[in-house]
């Protein structure tokens, strides 16, 4: 997995909530059995006609945020389904980062999976930085995972809180099964344990 | 002892590992897979030479793309990349030794309602699938959530999954359903009661005489939808109906194997005194049939009522109810029994069992569905289309004017050509009314199947009540 140290970027506004994983990336381009090149379609249905041609006020098409690297959200960003197509979409768009009051569950997990720092600030923080990422491409905003702090352009900073051991993950770009074999001999005797005791699973 | 929910007695029987910052290493009792979210899973898998850990506890189900028309069978029926998809899934099911069920399986459907049928899901197992309806295998008390690709492949290849604990939620529905209101609209007023965010960060416990008066089929349509309220998995404690319903199920345990089973399924339930982060207490007395009206799961309101203004609500929902109201092409004020519908679809893993297609047919019994609407009914698996035709309800549909069809997810996400066209509405009883869940501008009332059914004799949206 990538890692995730710093990153400095444009952020782009979208003052949405319950932005669903439909939205993200509908369901059409779930056919591929690959996790690369969605990029494209992240957020198809808003960003391009029926004739597929860009629609100019959707702001990823917006010369400002076309090279943006970190989105800013309303609450319950990546409800609705477990496709982790959403967040391979947003990495292969190049966002790094998707800041918002609250994230869904499942959505927040996989952004984990796939080296995407998920911030989740109170409604006034996400406020500024809404702001903030409305000014365009001028006001870079600065991530940093081991401090946890987000630097507005005006130099205000904000803490984050983030789970540790993901934190951890995603700091040394690990990979989850990995680590997780390094504990075979423990998964042994819990399956020999449980095998005894509930042999009908 | 302190006192334990019945998620902390499946989270505890099933804890591999607790590091010190408070991850766990849960242990997976079984796992579905489907063809959508498995393929680079699997991929991951043959790259790193890794084998399935436990392909006895791995069941493996195409149905998100699979074609529902009659002439399936023929590969023509389907786009090329889905059928790149399922072939996939054929291969890797073999190559990995999983348990399967093709297409041409007359057991195929949809996974949540596949599980259950053959006995897979028992009470106090931990089940996942990549596909967040998961939530549907609570009904049987167990702890059941969906997960990311990238969890398939850790879960195939270690056959347990990294988790830190959410927090317990009650959600009890007191009293007695009145007639014409069901499961559906227990689990739609809750969402609309709670909002979608509202479990985030939960596991929910459906309890109360009303869930208990539930059938099994009631509890998974229940349980199905909570993670349309935001909780990462629903669950209900097994009881009698349970056990009975589990009973001699293909992959259920038998002789001495299930009493012993027994014996652990009838602790399986919450402590009087345990302690519960959240409480939610709905009177099913209060919860009328419901449909919603916009483009969100928690958008619920009871057919009698009309469509709401963006004044009606705050903050950010001012906006997003703007949103879909346009989207959804509806004016504010109006009855939303004077709302007209094109197509009428009845299916999914929330309502696509034997009971759904039932309260459908009582509805639909001697009558025909109103000129120029599409009605199609797809049934959750093969052996509920078998069961239907065995029960006659499948004459009262083909005889009403639906379409019965094969079954698979089918309009519930429309992959496969089953869509609507822009500007169609749609009542559907499935679970997203998400722009374009049913296809690009497609416009999705969800409901009851009696609902559902209600909605194609009159071609708007109805209060079955009036039809009963
Ligand atoms: S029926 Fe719909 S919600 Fe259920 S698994 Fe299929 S696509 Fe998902």
Redesign the pocket.
Known sequence: MEKFEKLSGVAAPMPMINIDTDMIIPKQFLKTIKRSGLGVNLFDEMRYDDDGQEIPDFVLNQPAYREAQILVAGDNFGCG?SREHAPWAIKDFGIRCVIAPSFADIFHNNCFKNGILPIALPQEQVDILMAEAQKGANARIEIDLETQTVTTSDGEVISFDVDPFKKHCLLEGLDDIGLTFEKGAVIDSFEARAGAERPWV | MSPKTLYDKIWDAHLVHEAEDGTCLLYIDRHLV?EVTSPQAFEGLRMAGRTVRAPDKTIGVP??NVPTTLDRANAATMTEDSRIQVEALNKNAKDFGIHYYPVSDVRQG???IVGPEQGWTLPGMTVVCG???TATHGAFGSLAHGIGTSEVEHVLATQTLIQQKSKNMKVEITGTLAPGVTAKDITLSVIGETGTAGGTGYVIEYCGEAIRALSMEGRMTVC?MAIEGGARAGLIAPDEKTFEYCKGRPHAPKGAAWEAALAWWKTLSSDDDAHWDKVVTLRAEDIAPVVTWGTSPEDVLPITASVPAPSDFTGGKVGAAQRSLDYMGLTPGTPLRDVEINTVFI????N?RIEDLRAAAAILKGKKVKEGLRAMIVP?SGLVRAQAEEEGLADIFIEAGFEWRLA???M??A?NPDQLSPGERCAAT???NFEGRQGRGGRTHLMSPAMAAAAAITGKLTDVRELM
């Not at chain 2, 299916?347 to 929330?350: A, V």
Request: hydrophobic share 15%.
């Open positions: 389904s | 489907h149905d998100h949809i996974v949540h596909d967040s309806h199905n299916g999914s893993c929330t696509g959750g698979g997810c089918s519930c996400l992959m499935s679970n997203r």
